[in-house]
């Protein structure tokens, strides 16, 4: 749990069994510092808090919790190379986000490995989770060993992860899920069919499905090296330069496609191109989709987590459903 005194958080940790090297039923209390920023809106958070709980200021006040399942836990250990995070929400009627963490293991099943109800998702939230909750729920041992955490394109989230890759694991490369790049940024930044002429609209379906295509290659194998990148970003420009896109798509609408290349796709390439994770042991993660696969089962199996659960319910099901989930794998 993670309740706050003095304006530091504290991280109490529970081990049942010897999740972080302690006897079993030993507490340790953890301190996590923050800047003045991050502290001030942390505090004010806090006092927005009491008085919709009506808890005084001598009272510790519960802030946010994470816990690992034993089994989920010796899985990680045993794959601890590519992990997703991503949260969640509709899962407690306290409006909570829910964090979800999941691994890959050598046969392409995705697994959970960390559940977190969060106060919110603010820059001091996530440092929690990524300086103090991953190194001592998960074992100082385990996590060098991570080679690859992919996110979305959450930015309070990334900045954080970033922090903590550069203080704590300079080994780990932060992946970009490709969908929400290519996919969600192409929904969000370019035309749709309807910016084309009609004669033209199944021409441009085409050009989009090439294009996309075209980019989900960088991060799918299709380029080994950082040459081969290099000349298949080429080739896409002269393609969206060539005379039969731009008849079909118009300058307008070829204009914002381009821009969407240059402004949305290549400047994180550091974060999604298939070179860069080649010498690294990464099961060809390159998309987020099984992670928010494993969310949306969770609320849409015949024992779902509900929006309308208690906090302690929806973890109390949360819980059951990892039990039961290896009680069945173990048959």
């Known amino acids: 749990p993670m309740p706050i005194n003095g304006g530091k958080l504290i991280t109490t940790v529970q081990s049942t069994e010897n999740i972080v090297g302690a006897p079993e039923g030993d507490e340790t209390n953890l301190l996590v510092l923050l800047p003045v920023v ?33 089994e989920e836990l010796r899985k990680f250990r045993q794959f601890p190379e590519v992990i997703c995070v991503d949260t969640t929400e509709d899962t407690n009627k306290e409006n909570r986000p829910l964090l979800t963490i999941t691994g890959r293991d050598n046969c392409g099943k995705q697994y959970f490995i960390l559940r977190a109800f969060l106060p919110n998702q603010r820059q001091w939230a996530f440092k929690w989770i990524f300086q103090n909750v991953l190194p001592n729920l998960l074992g100082q041992d385990s996590m060098p060993r991570v080679r690859v955490i992919l996110t979305d394109g959450d930015t309070q989230e990334t900045a954080q992860l970033d922090a903590a890759i550069n203080a704590y694991y300079p080994t780990v490369l932060r992946s970009r899920c490709g969908w929400h790049i290519v996919d969600r940024g192409w929904h969000q930044h370019c035309p749709g069919v309807k910016s084309v002429k009609k004669k033209h609209e199944s021409q441009f379906l085409v050009i989009v499905s090439i294009v996309k295509t075209w980019l989900y290659s960088w991060m799918k194998g299709c380029c080994e090296t950082e040459e081969e990148h290099r000349l298949s970003k080429l080739l896409l420009r002269n393609y969206l330069h060539s005379q039969k896109v731009l008849d079909v798509c118009g300058e307008v609408c070829l204009t914002r496609i381009r821009e969407f290349v240059r402004d949305y796709i290549e400047p994180y390439e550091g974060n999604f191109c298939f070179h860069r994770r080649i010498g690294i042991r990464h099961f060809d993660v390159y998309t987020s989709s099984a992670h928010e696969g494993t969310n949306n089962g969770m609320k849409n199996c015949s024992a779902p987590v509900l929006p309308q659960h208690t906090l302690d319910k929806s973890a109390s099901v949360l819980t059951w459903q990892a ?9």
Do not use: Y
């Open 323 to 331: 039990e039961l989930s290896h009680n069945v794998s173990d048959r």
């Open 38 to 70: 991050d502290e001030l809106e942390m505090m004010k958070f806090a006092t927005d808090h009491r008085k919709i709980t009506r808890c005084g200021d001598d009272q510790d006040l519960f802030i946010g919790v994470a816990w690992v399942f034993p």
